[in-house]
């Protein structure tokens, strides 16, 4: 008998709107309000040999609203360093997250970021779907600034 297969597939996307409370050359300090939203899909899967194998899969999709903070410090015009946090929940129970890194800025407009991030939810449904996790690794981002 061949041993079953539990994989897990994630996606989160979070987009922010930003309101700089402070600003100057150095850095800057913003109050971040959003929305998170997660895919999880889940397939199990297993082989008996000639007796057959059985296979079933599931998947659950839901949002939050998160609000929380950016700190960035910039080392030279083009170049910064970044903290941000934020909380929140909706669909899940709590989620929260934590991320630093760097950003480079392409344009007055446009820059990307590379970080590590920390993530946690606590997923709770009617139906008996339950999931609490947390995630944490690689972050890349991309900004657009409307002002």
């Known amino acids: 008998m061949k041993c079953p297969a539990f994989p897990l597939n994630t996606f989160t996307f979070t987009p922010y709107f930003a309101y700089r409370i ?18 999880i899909g889940a397939k199990i899967a297993a082989n008996a040999g000639v007796a057959g ?25 083009r170049i910064g360093a ?41 997923r709770q449904t009617d139906n008996g779907f339950g999931l609490e996790q947390t995630q944490q690794g690689l972050l890349l981002g991309a900004t657009f600034r409307f002002k």
């Not at 402070?22 to 895919?39: P, Q, W």
């Not at 194998?53 to 015009?77: I, K, Q």
Request: without cysteine.
């Open 22 to 39: 402070f600003g100057n050359k150095r850095g800057a300090i913003d109050l971040l309000t959003g929305g998170r939203y997660y895919h």
């Open 53 to 77: 194998g059985v296979s079933y899969s599931a998947s659950n999709n839901w949002a939050d609203f998160v609000e929380g903070g950016r700190f960035t410090l910039n080392l030279t015009p």
């Open 82 to 122: 970044f903290f941000l946090g934020d909380a929140g929940g909706g669909g899940s129970v709590l989620t929260w997250q934590v991320a630093t890194g760097v950003g480079y800025r392409w344009s007055k407009r446009w820059s990307t970021e590379l970080g590590y991030r920390k993530l946690y939810f606590n």
